[in-house]
């Protein structure tokens, strides 16, 4: 499994930016499917998730400013992030739980990570 993101970038406080990542490979079935993010000198952190079912869950800091979609049928999830803020500022991960029927478990899945910057 693959999960391919892009997006990211520099912008100014108060602009905008959208994430998109999109899951490939043999598979797949995909639970849970999302964004993290992980600030210099921090843990990774969750921005929003999307479940199997559509339940959207955010990070407090984000609610209100940014928004996550997902496209099932292509199994790519988008964040739509508004109102930037130099706080907003890390490296933001993709996440996908796909379900392995073999072995009846879920496998944790990340991408290699966008970097977006927000100068002040």
């Known amino acids: 499994v693959q999960l391919q993101a892009s997006g990211g970038g520099l912008v100014q406080t108060g602009g905008s930016l959208r994430l998109s990542c999109a899951a490939s490979?043999?598979?797949?079935?995909?639970?849970?499917m999302g964004w993290y993010r992980q600030a210099p000198g921090k843990q990774r952190d969750l921005v929003a998730i999307?479940?199997?079912?559509?339940?959207?869950n955010y990070a407090a800091s984000v609610k209100g400013l940014f928004t996550i979609s997902r496209d099932f049928a292509k199994n790519t999830v988008y964040l739509q992030m508004n109102s930037l803020k130099p706080e907003d500022t890390g490296v933001y991960y993709c996440?996908?739980?796909?379900?392995?029927?073999?072995?009846?478990?879920?496998?944790?899945?990340w991408g290699e990570g966008t970097q977006v910057t927000v100068s002040s």
């Open positions: 996440y996908a739980s796909v379900f392995r029927a073999a072995t009846l478990t879920y496998e944790d899945y």
């Open positions: 490979g043999n598979m797949l079935t995909i639970n849970d």
């Open positions: 999307v479940s199997s079912g559509g339940n959207i």
